[in-house]
């Protein structure tokens, strides 16, 4: 049977009211495969996400992390910090992150090490410009990064990393990628992973879809073989979208 991760990132959405809010309406969803579904949250609403979700097999975690485990850095969120709340997930290399927040995959691999070490889940994004994909560039572009983000990575640690394949032109755009479109990029990065260390290793990845998922679009692309779930901006603000998105990966 195949794997799923059905993860909600809320970006910088959502007050603490808001969150517990969504939390209770998720709950009260029942969901049958809650503990493949998760919330990565703003740092502000982890803590009580944490605890609305206790007991209910729901996971939840952080969008970024710094990658030194404490220090002079201002602002910043370590691991230690994110393992304290108990979070079970930490997105890494976003693109928002990598275009608006100067994130590159040097920082990305420190992350990811950082984070393993740790045995929070990094759930990390890869994938192509609309430029680059118009280019013909596209695989290239994300085996480059595939291939940067996981240098150094042992096979063991590598085979609990979970990756995004986020086309930026379909973030938050509404225009989603075509089933046919996200499965072959999924595929060819199973493939890297492959190439990389082992096809046990490739095979039995994580490899989610992210970019203008909802419930209209859920279930054909879920269905696709190598779409392990998604990274669902927009459409995971609202309990009943999220939880339409999971039911729909539970029905496959
Ligand atoms: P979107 O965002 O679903 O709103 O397109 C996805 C993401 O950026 O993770």
Same mark, same amino acid.
């Given at each position: 049977m195949k794997k799923f991760l059905i993860a909600g +990132?809320?970006?910088m959405n959502k007050t603490s009211a808001e969150a517990a809010e969504f939390a209770e309406a998720l709950k009260a969803? !029942?969901? =049958? +495969? *809650?503990?493949d579904v998760c919330v990565l949250a703003p740092f502000t609403l982890i803590g009580g996400l944490g605890k609305a979700f206790e007991g209910t097999g729901i996971g939840f975690g952080a969008q970024n992390v710094h990658f !030194? =485990?404490?220090? *002079?850095?201002?602002?910043e969120i370590s691991v230690p910090m994110l393992k304290d709340l108990g979070v079970g997930y930490c997105i890494v290399g976003h693109s928002e992150r990598r275009e608006y927040f100067a994130e590159t995959d040097k920082t990305v691999n420190l992350k990811l090490k950082a984070l393993l070490q740790a045995g929070i889940t990094p759930i990390l994004c890869v994938g192509e410009s609309l430029e680059i994909r118009e280019q013909g560039g596209e695989q290239t572009f994300v085996a480059g990064q595939v291939i940067a983000d996981f240098d150094g990575i042992g096979t063991e640690d590598a085979a609990k990393v979970v990756i995004a394949y986020e086309p930026i032109w379909a973030i938050g755009t509404g225009k989603t990628a075509t089933p046919d479109q996200a499965e072959e990029m999924c595929a060819f990065i199973r493939g890297v992973i492959s190439g990389i260390y082992d096809d046990a290793t490739g095979d039995s990845m994580l490899i989610l879809y992210g970019g203008s998922m909802k419930p209209s679009n859920a279930k054909e692309l879920l !269905?696709? =073989?190598?779409? +392990?779930g998604g990274l669902i901006g927009? *459409?995971?603000?609202k309990a009943d979208d999220l939880a339409a998105i999971a039911e729909a990966a539970a029905s496959l």
């Open positions: +990132n809320w970006k969803k !029942e969901l =049958p +495969n *809650a503990k !030194e =485990p404490s220090g *002079a850095f201002t602002g !269905e696709k =073989p190598d779409i +392990n927009g *459409a995971s603000l």
